[in-house]
């Protein structure tokens, strides 16, 4: 997006590479971005310079962002042609520009983003500062939300089977009880029949010695 800066000098215009603006309305989207329409200053910069570019990426633009007001201006050089380290960090302080400290993550704080930026390979990648953890973006978002759409259809199928294995234990466990239900109950009844048996050969046996006498 082109950052026109001065009115009335369509030659007065940047267009860097990420810009952050605060406070400002996003409902809709932008063709250019007018500073004295929007009537904010952009609050983070991020250019991605080369050797090539390396002239106006570290002297034109450090003093014309700060005789704008952008709080913090970060320079990134993915193949490391000449900056060493590749991504370097510039907080306004006053009227001009000072190296940010790096941390002994070689990231740097941004106090206006309430991040870390750290280069990680040829990217330049947001870390949450109280964890210490990359910040996914919009394509590790999706493949996470993919995942865990898996991982959920995984644990529904395992519950569906954990479920029917449930069922067919109980089912088992209840026809096992029935079998034993019904086993007793025959032992018992043979061993009313066993007795009624005996019962009644004694009731003979009484009866014959009667008899006899």
Request: avoid cysteine.
């Amino acid at each position: 997006m082109f950052f026109y800066y001065e009115k009335g000098d369509p030659r007065a215009v940047k267009a860097p590479d990420i810009m952050v603006i605060k406070e400002i309305d996003g409902t809709y989207e932008r063709r250019t971005f007018k500073l004295w329409v929007e009537d904010r200053v952009p609050s983070v910069i991020f250019e991605i310079t080369s050797d090539e570019t390396r002239r106006d990426d570290a002297v034109v633009k450090l003093e014309l962002y700060a005789r704008l007001g952008v709080a913090e201006y970060f320079l990134f050089d993915p193949l490391g042609e000449y900056l060493d380290p590749p991504l370097q960090g510039h907080r306004l302080e006053g009227d001009r520009y000072r190296p940010m400290t790096r941390g002994a993550d070689d990231g740097f704080e941004s106090m206006e983003l309430g991040l870390t930026v750290r280069a990680v390979g040829k990217s330049v990648r947001p870390f949450d500062p109280s964890t210490g953890q990359i910040i996914p973006n919009g394509e590790e978002r999706a493949a996470r939300f993919i995942a865990a759409e898996s991982a959920s259809r995984d644990l529904i199928e395992e519950r569906k089977l954990r479920e029917k294995l449930e069922k067919k234990h109980t089912k088992a466990k209840q026809k096992a009880e029935r079998e034993t239900r019904k086993a007793e109950a025959e032992r018992q009844k043979a061993e009313t029949l066993e007795a009624e048996v005996k019962r009644l050969r004694a009731l003979l046996g009484e009866q014959e010695s009667g008899d006899e006498d």
